[in-house]
């Protein structure tokens, strides 16, 4: 029973991670291929001040964008949660449709929207809302947003997942036994979808710090993050290397991350 | 005495349905009120809006001489029992039970001793530091009923709490509420749909049908003498006759059912004047013999069904006119062993067990 | 989504060599190959082509080296042709199945990177230079140091290629733009640094979208994207800079292992006639080198200055080696610390 799921992990998950682990020591020819000479120099690359902002630089959007994400997917999860059986799968699917499209389309509409003489600009100035050009995209603005726009399901479907699990019957008692709104909010729902919103963060956390396609879009490129400078290794630089020496650190951020949250609270349930 | 709750024409819809329809209800300190009804008659609605769950679309609640009716349930010194338990499942005993004095922001020596009285009192002593999900049934029960009273409110509502037990279980704790509430004289509200439960706990009981108190009354008033054939059918079982006047005499009032039956009932029970009326026998009320009785109402029957119940024996007998009776018979006697289904046996009724029924 | 389409294609590749029919695996850049082109090959020889598509020179390198052994001829831009011919990774080609190579503009071929004209055939060539929207900006603006000016801080287009930034302050300065050294770099990085600061976007993909929306009003770009506004509107004026405008030259190559190696030079023999590169003309407007297809153009087509601007200093882009990754560390910092 076992031995497919075995071989399955071994040829998808431990054999690529090997082999990026591998990479990560090795050095690189003229041409950009890999030679088997042992060094850890790539790794204190990684750990040059140009890199270490980056990574910071990185972390610090992903944060903001997965705050935005739980201060905005929460209220709108705990609503589709908590709202009649009808209504509930039409909403689900409304938070579905997107992915429907390729992310690629999805991301040039808000372009799209966003641009000089776009869909918002002519909107506002037909208002007279504004009067100069909108400058919005191309700015660290447009690329929150994109990274908003594009993780904010994987915040809402798992808080939805714990907020519809949730039996109302137990705010009923929070209210019952003296709990105003917010203290109700506090003591019990938080609690009780605290699996969910953990289960969020690490789904919104971690793919948001090495996104590159939104950066490069729709910030035009200008403030390159970790994703970015990952995917320069190999498309602009020819140093796989050094590449994967960063990548084996983000993943060791990623396994960070995991930990953490694991350790303050039960993510591993909601994920199985 | 004032009344703890008060209820003054009290109204609930949702959308086109009425819920609660013009109630009014007085419940007294200290007092073990059951709201009894089938299933969607309205009485969870009655009890969500004195928690303050609902609000009424008219008409007041009052807890204790105030108006309450636009507090929120937290504003309100009532506490529930939910039918699910709603058991906090990220709490341990002791902190669920402790909930509403944390929230009452208790200092903690007064809390922890509180918590303590209310384990004790629900004899939950070694459960404390278990999660909900490590108990059992009963225990989980015994956890939600501590859960209310430790904050020490004015007004316990239950609504069917002890609909997820077994039958055994149930009994117990029938027995072991009622126990409770006479100790802390705390006033009772609880709602159930089981006669039985009803006649076990309540000091009074209010018989509720399509959102309206259809009786309201004490334990023997609403078995003996139930004002609507509503009221006789759903606590115990009942016979029911339409009836006509036929004459009136020293003995008593003499009517006949529309089958033809001549019955006897005591006259001071039968309207003055009154040409048409409704009967209510309950059927343990009814004699069987094998032979016949020297009364002054007495029919023969055949036995069409005999059902064993246990301590007694259900009969569903023939009368010669057509008409269907049906007997409960106590199963010490040696009598019920020689009755056999397709028998004949005579039966006889007295004319004080006839209750005269108003219209639903 | 790329990398589907690579599993896609590999999974057309099994099946059809499973079909034994001809067939040509073509690993060509995005938006470079018409489909009018690749239709009437396979209508004419019935071979079938799998065009499988990288959006920079350096990715088609990666997946080649990678092991994309079967490829049958791919579009490396000429400083990565350099380096494969350099690491005998190219096909030497049959020159009696070209007859149509001798179309070619001379000053096309025995070019640095293939000096024998051994390995590979010319597509198209472009160059990089400056766009500018006339109705917006009156100032003549003539080379670099016009356009990285304070003034148009937050109205600039770049490409998003760390070698091309480098490469224009490089012959700012006066050095020769292939000279990546350290000290080179060094004298690159002030300058690099300020005019990075006035660019509002870094794009090689499509730079000409933010021009035409009106988000940006000068560029760095390529040619063929500034011939592309121009025939949108006569206002995008395509101007090489005065320090040195850089040419590069597309070509077609046969890895040394291509499967079909016949199949492959049928392609290239097809691309030369004068008729099928009049095709790739039309829609993709660069510097056409075949010039018996652009007796095929129309003077439209022929005067837009941005396909066929005049050239004066012609060099172009060498294999640099090692040196990438230097620039894009460069790069890299002065980006992120701004």
Redesign the interface.
């Known amino acids: 029973m076992l031995a497919p799921l075995v071989l399955w992990l071994v040829a998808f998950v431990v054999l690529p991670m090997a082999i990026l682990a591998v990479y990560s020591v090795c050095q690189r020819d003229e041409l950009g291929r890999v030679v088997f000479s042992f060094s850890w120099d790539n790794y204190a690359r990684v750990f040059d001040p140009i890199y270490l902002r980056i990574f910071a630089r990185s972390i610090g959007y992903a944060a903001l964008t997965t705050a935005i994400c739980v201060v905005m997917g929460f209220p709108a999860a705990w609503f589709i949660a908590r709202t009649s059986d009808r209504w509930r799968q039409r909403l689900l699917v409304l938070v579905m449709i997107p992915f429907w499209t390729s992310f690629l389309i999805r991301t040039y509409a808000w372009i799209t929207i966003l641009k000089g003489d776009g869909l918002l600009a002519g909107m506002l100035h037909y208002v007279n809302a504004i009067s100069a050009p909108l400058e919005l995209l191309y700015t660290p603005f447009a690329v929150v947003i994109g990274l908003v726009y594009s993780f904010l399901p994987f915040m809402m479907l798992p808080i939805y997942g714990s907020a519809e699990k949730l039996d109302g019957a137990l705010i009923e008692v929070a209210y019952d036994l003296g709990c105003g709104p917010l203290r109700a909010f506090s003591q019990v729902i938080l609690p009780l979808t605290k699996p969910g919103i953990f289960a969020g963060v690490l789904l919104v956390f971690v793919p948001a710090i090495g996104m590159f396609a939104i950066t490069d879009l729709m910030g035009g490129a200008r403030v390159p993050l970790i994703g970015n400078v990952i995917q320069n290794q190999f498309f602009q630089a020819r140093d796989w290397p050094f590449g994967s020496a960063l990548g084996v650190v983000f993943l060791l951020l990623f396994v960070a991350t995991y930990w953490l949250l694991q350790r303050r609270g039960a993510v591993g349930v909601e994920l199985r | 005495m004032a009344s703890m709750v008060e209820l003054r024409g009290v109204t609930k819809r949702f959308g086109s349905f009425t819920a609660v329809n013009d109630v009014s209800l007085s419940v007294m300190p200290g007092e073990f009120l059951t709201l009894l009804g089938p299933s969607g008659c309205g009485k969870t609605t009655l009890l969500r809006m004195i928690?303050?769950?609902e609000r009424p679309d008219q008409g007041t609640v009052w807890l204790d001489g105030t108006d309450v009716t636009d507090s929120?349930?937290?504003r309100r010194n009532?506490?529930?029992v939910?039918q699910?338990y709603?058991l906090?499942?990220?709490l341990s005993v002791r902190d669920n039970i402790g909930?509403?004095l944390r929230?009452?922001k208790l200092a903690a020596a007064e809390c922890a001793s509180r918590i303590e009285e209310a384990v004790s009192l629900v004899a939950l002593e070694g459960l404390e530091d278990r999660k909900p999900d490590q108990l059992s049934g009963g225990q989980r029960q015994r956890v939600a009923l501590a859960?209310?009273l430790a904050?020490r409110p004015a007004v316990l509502l239950l609504d069917e709490p002890l609909s997820a037990l077994d039958a055994q279980l149930r009994r117990g704790m029938q027995l072991e509420l009622k126990r409770l509430q006479r100790q802390l004289g705390v006033t009772f509200i609880f709602v159930t749909h089981d006669q039985e439960e009803a006649l076990t706990m309540s000091d009074r009981i209010a018989i509720v049908n399509r959102g309206r108190i259809e009786q309201l009354g004490t334990t023997d008033e609403i078995y003996h003498r139930p004002v609507t054939a509503f009221a006789a059918e759903f606590i115990g079982q009942a016979n029911v006759f339409d009836v006509q006047f036929v004459s009136a005499a020293a003995d008593g009032v003499r009517v006949r059912t529309n089958t033809g039956l001549q019955l006897l009932m005591r006259s001071d029970r039968w309207p003055q004047g009154k040409g048409k009326g409704r009967l209510s026998l309950r059927p343990e009320k009814v004699h069987v013999a094998k032979e016949p009785i020297p009364a002054e109402t007495t029919f023969p029957a055949i036995v069409e069904e005999k059902v064993f119940k246990g301590s007694v024996d259900h009969l569903r007998l023939r009368l010669p006119e057509g008409s269907e009776l049906l007997a409960i018979v106590a199963n010490q006697s040696a009598l019920i062993a020689r009755i056999h289904r397709g028998d004949q046996v005579y039966c006889c009724v007295h004319p004080e067990d006839f209750v005269v029924l108003g219209e639903t | 989504m790329k990398c589907l389409r690579s599993f896609i294609a590999v999974g057309l590749l099994a099946f059809t060599s499973l079909a034994s029919a001809e067939e040509l695996n073509l690993f060509a850049w995005s938006e470079y190959v018409p489909q009018a082109v690749i239709d009437g090959f396979t209508k004419e020889t019935g071979i079938k082509v799998n065009y499988e598509t990288f959006a920079s020179g350096e990715e088609m390198l990666a997946k080649l080296l990678a092991g994309g052994s079967s490829y049958d001829l791919i579009q490396p831009p000429d400083y990565i042709a350099e380096a494969l011919i350099k690491h005998e990774l190219l096909l030497a080609l049959d020159a009696t199945k070209l007859p149509h190579l001798k179309n070619i503009a001379p000053e096309f071929l025995h070019m640095p990177h293939d000096p024998k004209q051994a390995f590979t055939v010319p597509y198209m060539v472009g160059s990089v230079g400056l766009v500018v929207n006339t109705d917006v900006v009156k100032d003549p603006v003539r080379g670099y140091k016009d356009l990285f000016q304070p003034k148009y801080k937050g109205r600039i287009v770049a490409l998003n290629d760390n070698r091309e930034l480098v490469s224009w302050v490089l012959v700012t300065l006066g050095l020769d733009q292939n000279d990546i050294t350290a000290a080179n770099l060094a004298k690159v990085r002030p300058i690099l640094a300020d005019w990075i600061r006035l660019v509002k976007l870094f794009d090689s993909d499509s730079p000409k979208t933010a021009l035409l929306s009106g988000d940006v009003d000068l560029g760095v770009v390529w040619s063929g994207e500034a011939a592309r506004l121009y025939e949108e509107n006569k206002k995008f004026a395509y101007i090489l800079p005065a320090e040195g405008a850089h040419p590069f030259v597309d070509v077609l190559a046969i890895p040394a292992q291509a499967p079909h190696v016949a199949a492959a030079h049928r392609f290239l023999d097809y691309v030369l006639r004068p008729e099928v590169s009049k095709l790739i003309s039309d829609e993709f407007p660069y510097t056409n080198p075949n010039l018996e297809a652009r007796k095929l153009l129309t003077p439209e087509q022929l005067a837009n200055p941005a396909s066929y601007p005049k050239l004066e200093k012609y060099t172009t882009f060498r294999d640099i080696g090692k040196g990438a990754a230097a620039i894009d560390q460069l790069v890299t910092d002065l980006k992120s610390s701004q």
Request: aromatic share 22%; no cysteine; charged share 5%.
């Open positions: 928690a303050g769950f929120p349930p937290y009532v506490n529930q939910f699910s709603a906090f499942p990220h909930f509403g929230m009452q859960r209310a904050p």
